[in-house]
C-alpha cells in the first residue's frame, strides 16, 4: 500500500485528486490545506509520495520542499509541483522537485506521473 500526500489549498482541485485516488485501492490519501499542516503530515506519516501545489497560503511550495528536504525522514521523498500559474511558475523555477505539473490538473498526466513515482 502505497502512501501520497496531496498539499494544496484550493478545494476542487483536492477534491478531484482525491476522487481520483479513491478509484484505486493500492493507495493511502493523505491531505493539508497549508504548506505547515503538509509538513507535519509528511513528518508523521512519511508518505510515499507528495503533490505540492507552489502558491498556499501560509509559505510557499518551494519553501516546503526546502523544510523536506533537510529532514533526513522525508530527504529522498519524491515531490511533484503542482502550479495554476505556469507563465510564473514554470518548471525552471521549481529546481529541486521530481516532476512538475500546471494548473488546471491534466488527469491523464497527473496519473503518469503518480505511476512513475508510485510501484
Known amino acids: 500500500m502505497a502512501t501520497i500526500l496531496y498539499i494544496e489549498d484550493n478545494q476542487a ?12 485501492n493500492t493507495i493511502d490519501f493523505l491531505e493539508a490545506e497549508t504548506g505547515k499542516e503538509g509538513l507535519t503530515q509528511a513528518f508523521n506519516h512519511l508518505p510515499d509520495l507528495i503533490l505540492l501545489d507552489i502558491s498556499l497560503p ?6 516546503v520542499l526546502e523544510q523536506l528536504r533537510s529532514n ?10 503542482i502550479s495554476g500559474n ?4 514554470t518548471q525552471k523555477n521549481c529546481p529541486g522537485f521530481q516532476h ?8 491523464q498526466a497527473l496519473t503518469e506521473a503518480i505511476d512513475t513515482f508510485i510501484k
Open 58 to 63: 501560509d509559505i510557499n511550495g518551494n519553501e
Open 13 to 24: 482541485n483536492l477534491q478531484l485528486v482525491k476522487l481520483l485516488l479513491a478509484r484505486r
Open 100 to 107: 512538475y505539473l500546471s494548473k488546471p490538473i491534466n488527469i
Open 72 to 81: 533526513e525522514s522525508t530527504s529522498t521523498t519524491p515531490v511533484i509541483a
Open 86 to 89: 505556469p507563465v510564473v511558475e
